[in-house]
């Protein structure tokens, strides 16, 4: 009984950043839970990969190329669809530099990035949902992809700290303001992740020496710890979890 809140079918789940690394893993995961996707990436290619893994588990498909911080673009995608459930708002990204050396143009791409159209995406899907008859009674649920980095900080991390930690209080006032319509709002915030994004950070030996260093469990997460936690939060399983962060950081933050 417990296990079919895990459930996801006849859900429709939009991915953002669904091409590759954590994007991809969180949407095979929720089709393996039964959900029916729309995924947003850059990259046509990634798309089709995706797409075809999908296929798969026997659950619809929708893909689009499209850059988030295109705001018609993503808008013009979001309002076509004819239902959305679950928005797992992926996409974001990180340019390491020390705070004295942060380039303008790195930083304003990372808010712009990170922040506004994550909120942007995060509104829009909002509006559909509640458009959708009966939402109360089905109830959703948005999942900002947050990190550990929403809640400290660390070297030459200081602008995408600043992005997350603003999501983090995003979070807090979405989840008030869409409580009445059953919208549940939280943050997934995972540690070091093996994706095509930190590994080129990771070539670093000493940075990687000294990351391993601040995990108490000793190790890097891997893709399907993180997308199994989405998919909980996604679920009936967490029914009455809103306004907060599933930190899945091996004990970073517990120091």
């Given at each position: 009984?417990?296990?079919?809140?895990?459930?996801?079918?006849?859900?429709?789940?939009?991915?953002?950043?669904?091409?590759?690394?954590?994007?991809?893993?969180?949407?095979?995961?929720?089709?393996?839970?039964?959900?029916?996707?729309?995924?947003?990436?850059?990259?046509?290619?990634?798309l089709n990969n995706v797409s075809q893994i999908i296929k798969k588990y026997k659950v619809k498909c929708k893909s689009y190329v499209c850059d988030i911080t295109d705001y018609n673009k993503i808008k013009s995608i979001i309002n076509s669809q004819s239902r959305i459930d679950i928005l797992v708002n992926n996409a974001g990204t990180n340019i390491p530099e020390h705070f004295t050396k942060v380039k303008k143009k790195n930083m304003?791409?990372?808010?712009?990035?990170?922040?506004?159209?994550?909120?942007?995406?995060?509104?829009?899907?909002?509006?559909?949902?509640?458009?959708?008859?009966?939402?109360?009674?089905?109830?959703?649920?948005?999942?900002?992809?947050?990190?550990q980095m929403g809640h400290v900080s660390g070297p030459k991390r200081s602008v995408y700290s600043m992005t997350k930690f603003g999501l983090e209080g995003l979070t807090k006032g979405m989840a008030l303001e869409l409580a009445p319509y059953n919208i549940r709002v939280n943050t997934i915030g995972p540690t070091f992740v093996v994706t095509p994004m930190t590994k080129r950070f990771l070539k670093d030996k000493k940075f990687k020496k000294s990351m391993l260093e601040s995990i108490p469990l000793g190790r890097f997460a891997e893709l399907p710890e993180i997308s199994s936690a989405v998919v909980f939060i996604a679920s009936d399983a967490a029914s009455m979890i809103t306004g907060t962060s599933l930190l899945v950081d091996g004990g970073w933050t517990a120091r």
């Open positions: 009984m417990f296990l079919k809140k895990y459930n996801l079918k006849n859900k429709y789940a939009l991915v953002t950043g669904a091409g590759k690394g954590l994007g991809k893993a969180c949407a095979l995961a929720l089709a393996e839970a039964g959900s029916n996707l729309i995924i947003i990436s850059r990259t046509k290619k990634d304003e791409y990372m808010v712009n990035l990170n922040i506004n159209a994550v909120f942007n995406v995060a509104q829009l899907a909002s509006l559909k949902m509640i458009k959708t008859k009966n939402r109360k009674k089905i109830g959703g649920s948005i999942v900002n992809i947050s990190s």
